[in-house]
């Protein structure tokens, strides 16, 4: 079923990856800011940020989504790429995309304050493990990430 969603090229270049995965960190940093003032912006900015690590952890394996769903393939590609020991992890994701679909296309969507937080601490996960695994292939890359949770 991924060989329809993806096609297989050369990596992308280390300067690409880095740069989505700086933005990651800068989305999760907005995040800190306001996770006790905006639930839906938070829930936005750290699903944003797991978009953009997990496209670059798709990107760093030599695969580019190719079929329309671009987030959807993210999400099933970085579950494929990390496996079993994160599936909750990337499980969350794919409810956080759903949500985030609901959120975009559909009026009246709910949102609690235990959602976003718990999102937010996901991403955290989430950006924290890519950048280790893309860390242990490149350990060239230098991104600081300090971010806690609370």
């Known amino acids: 079923m991924l060989d329809r969603m993806i096609k297989r090229f050369e990596k992308a270049g280390i300067v690409q990856i880095e740069a989505l995965l700086k933005e990651a960190i800068l989305d999760l940093e907005e995040a800190k800011r306001i996770v006790n003032l905006a639930e839906r912006?938070?829930?936005?900015?750290?699903?944003?940020?797991?978009?953009?690590?997990?496209?670059?952890?798709?990107?760093?394996?030599?695969y580019v989504p190719d079929d329309g769903a671009q987030h959807k393939t993210v999400?099933?590609?970085?579950?494929?790429?990390?496996?079993?020991?994160?599936?909750?992890?990337?499980?969350?994701?794919?409810t956080m995309r759903r949500k985030r679909n609901e959120m975009t296309y559909e009026a009246g969507g709910l949102l609690s304050r235990s959602e976003a937080q718990k999102a937010f601490s996901d991403a955290i996960s989430l950006v924290k493990k890519i950048?280790?695994?893309?860390?242990?292939?490149?350990?060239?890359?230098?991104?600081k990430f300090d971010l806690n949770d609370k």
């Open 41 to 62: 912006a938070t829930y936005l900015l750290a699903y944003n940020a797991m978009l953009k690590a997990g496209r670059a952890l798709v990107l760093f394996h030599g």
């Open 131 to 143: 950048l280790t695994e893309v860390k242990s292939q490149n350990p060239q890359l230098e991104l």
């Open 75 to 94: 999400v099933e590609m970085t579950g494929a790429i990390l496996g079993d020991k994160y599936k909750n992890l990337t499980e969350q994701f794919e």
